[in-house]
């Protein structure tokens, strides 16, 4: 079956590209350096839904841009998680934290006032994280 | 080295036990069924820090607990998240949602009013979780 992405994550979100698993997008919040990493598999809700071999790609991908978005914002802390209340599709937020960040030291989805992208920004912020995408090995 | 837990994270939470890799801690907060996996390593911050084994133990236990309570507690969603903004020690949230909890949809940590566990719910709590980590294999 095609993968579809869901319809509030295309909506909240920029295409960045494809990892071997999953899909990169960027998230339109302009306060956090922060991406959603989407498995692209039909109907899985859980990460323990994984079959092995994906459970190895989904973290090799995840350590992956943890590990390049902390190397490229310079981090004070990366945060990650998968929630799903919202949107059922799987998916995993990978977000770069500053200790002079809006919300630090709180969750990000803690913070009430999130600013979408200007369309400069956006751009910018594509063609960084693009990178990691194809510098992915 | 020996290991030693975070005081914040030991003054919030009860033992469990340990797993091969990770030792667990139920948060002492009975609005949600909630524990914490902390990797009993010293001096890290990042999951990305940790060694392929150690990573491998890792996604192992938190899959694992993912799957056992969301059977135990027939969740209709989980959560996983590594942040430590607050806590640097490098710890990850299991976190059992329903549909009617306090702060669904919301991430747990938006909900402004937890409670602590009475000493009887703590004693059934812990003896629960702990009967999955002694079926641990």
Same mark, same amino acid.
């Given at each position: 079956?095609?993968f579809?992405?869901?319809k509030?994550? *295309?909506d909240?979100?920029?295409l960045i590209?494809?990892l071997?698993?999953c899909?990169?997008?960027l ?7 922060w991406?959603?990493?989407?498995p692209?598999? #039909?109907? $899985?809700t859980e990460?323990?839904?994984? *079959?092995t071999?994906?459970q190895?790609?989904? #973290?090799?991908?995840? +350590?992956y ?14 945060n990650?998680?998968?929630l799903g209340?919202?949107?059922?599709q799987?998916?995993t937020?990978?977000?770069v934290?500053?200790r002079?960040?809006?919300?630090? !030291? +709180? !969750?990000v989805?803690?913070?009430p *006032?999130?600013?979408?992208?200007n369309?400069m920004? *956006? +751009?910018m912020e594509?063609?960084?994280i693009? $990178?990691l ?5």
């Open positions: 079956m095609e579809k992405l869901d509030r994550l *295309s909240d979100t920029y590209g494809d071997p698993l899909r990169v997008l998230m339109d919040v302009s306060n956090f350096p991406v959603i990493l989407v692209r598999l #039909q109907d $899985k990460l323990f839904q994984l *079959s071999s994906e190895t790609d989904y #973290q090799k991908e995840t +350590n841009f943890l590990e390049s978005m902390s190397t490229l914002y310079n981090s004070h802390k990366m990650i998680a998968s209340n919202l949107v059922s799987l998916h937020h990978v977000i934290r500053f002079y960040d809006d919300a630090w !030291p +709180n !969750p989805w803690s913070y *006032s999130m600013s979408r992208y369309e920004e *956006s +751009n594509i063609d960084k693009r $990178k995408v194809d510098d992915y090995i």
